[in-house]
Nanobody, 119 residues
Framework: QVQLQESGPGLVKPSQTLSLTCTVSGGSITTTDYYWAWIRQPPGKGLEWIGNIAYTGNTNYSPSLKSRTSISRDTSKNQFTLQLSSPGPEDTAVYLC???????????WGQGTQVTVSS
């Protein structure tokens, strides 16, 4: 059973970088054909895909967030990390990590973590 757990600060100032880590257990982030994704849900809105990092280490980003987003990984810790620079109030959301299959479907999710951007 694969489990994912998000961690990071719940409150971020606009002058800071929003940084979250997803720790994976029960499966390796280098397993072939899987991608490890970040998704968010702003209050009152639907899910928004932010980007992913593939088992190869290659990354993909949403075009609307690409200029501010970086996803990296630490294979020794079986973790992957999201960094979002210059956050604004519009980045306030529940952030979730998930395992994404090659066909685009998600089979395992973290429980999500609330991040509020406010000065």
């Amino acid at each position: 059973q694969v489990q994912l757990q998000e961690s990071g600060p719940g409150l971020v100032k606009p002058s800071q970088t929003l940084s979250l880590t997803c720790t994976v257990s029960g499966g390796s982030i280098t397993t072939t054909d899987y991608y490890w994704a970040w998704i968010r849900q702003p209050p009152g809105k639907g899910l928004e895909w932010i980007g992913n990092i593939a088992y190869t280490g290659n990354t993909n980003y949403s075009p609307s967030l690409k200029s501010r987003t970086s996803i990296s990984r630490d294979t020794s810790k079986n973790q992957f990390t999201l960094q979002l620079s210059s956050p604004g109030p519009e980045d306030t959301a529940v952030y979730l990590c998930a395992r994404e299959r090659a066909g685009g479907e998600y089979d395992y999710w973290g429980q999500g973590t609330q991040v509020t951007v406010s000065s």
